[in-house]
């Protein structure tokens, strides 16, 4: 059977088109592909068929761990990590790019490579991840790596020229530290300011919380912060931005899972996909307990059954034009077959879920 792995969802906000691009694994063979799907009509249906985009296969190159999406002029950007599972060595990051909803794609290009990003930062190894991110002037992608010593790094690369370089000279590491985190995520909160969550490898359900505005640059004290019990095993974060009204808010979209073993029947126990919000203002001055996050706005966006699980922290959302309502996908597995995955559309809930956050904000 098929496997899915580190899918993405963006919507084109210039046509609406919709796409889902991931990894799966080229005819079991053990190395990744680059796939999507598409969608004419907001989510509604999709391709009954998934598209080859790129693939090594052949050279025995695994195409794993993408990111990206589209940007505000409605370029759609593909990111994914190169790897040999034979040496084994991280080789580079890449990218490739289209302006006609996945229609044609851009020649492949270099995000950086082993050599240069090793020089820099001393990694060993490394992938892409998150949205990119588009703030009027520049556009900007995640990565994550570490050197195989206990040394960590979060960082990302800009690009002044809408994506057709991403120069190495801008390399911002916001974090370089012995805390193990991955998989960062990062929203653009307007003015100049940023907001990132990542995930603490070796605490579960607990995330490093960072912040950034141009008076100040990157928060020097980022501080820990969780949502649930500690009892959970907690995925990676997705952040998305919504403008109501002019006010910011900040949706956080992350997975509860537990154990493989039958459980009781309460919602509350089976594995979840969950969303948690905050003002940007408060997340960006940490003035209010769990660091800006108002946990009384924790909603259900899926729930799973004793007989499948989702595959941990491969949510993302896009919310259309910074809206509230937004679409996501997730990737989920029967309990019975656990190395093959397929991925899930979900939705945000209805109006009355708007109303109760927008009154545990305050708003």
Known sequence: METFRHGKLSINPVTGYGIIFYSKYANNNGYGEIYYVGSANGGKTWDTQD?????EAVNNIDLCNVAGGYDSNGRLFIFFTR?????????????????????????????????????????TSFNCSGHIIDDGYNLYQTWYGDDGNGNFTLA????????????????????????????????????????VLA?????????????????????????????ES????????????INYHGIGIVACYYTIIVPDQPLPPAPVNYPALKVVFGLAKDLLNNTINS??????????????SANDRPE????????????????????????????????????????????????NLNL
Not at 51 to 55: A, D, F, K, P
């Open 83 to 123: 790897y040999d599972p034979n040496s084994p060595q991280f080789l580079s990051i890449n990218y490739i790019f289209s302006d006609d909803d996945a229609g044609s794609f851009s020649q492949l290009n270099l995000f950086f490579d082993y050599t240069t990003i090793n020089n820099l930062t001393s990694v």
């Open 312 to 359: 941990l922290g491969l949510q993302s959302f896009f919310h259309p034009f910074n809206q509230f309502k937004g679409i996501g996908v997730c990737f989920e597995r029967a309990v019975s077959l656990p190395n093959s995955s397929y991925p899930v559309i979900v939705f945000t809930d209805t109006v009355s879920m708007i109303q109760d956050v927008l009154q």
């Open 51 to 55: 598209n080859l985009i790129y693939s």
């Open 199 to 227: 995930k603490i490898l070796s605490m579960p359900n607990i995330y490093m919380q960072f912040s950034y505005d141009p008076q100040n640059g990157w928060d020097p004290n980022p501080y820990q912060t969780s949502f």
């Open 156 to 195: 990302y690369l800009s690009s002044s020229d809408r994506g057709l370089n991403f120069d190495i000279n801008s390399l911002e590491q916001f974090y370089a530290d012995t805390i193990p985190l991955t998989e960062p995520s990062m929203v653009y909160l307007g003015g100049g300011c940023f907001l």
């Open 291 to 304: 660091n800006g996050w108002t946990q009384t706005t924790i909603k259900f966006i899926k729930t799973w």
């Open 230 to 241: 500690q009892q959970s095993i907690g995925g990676a974060p997705w952040l998305s931005f």
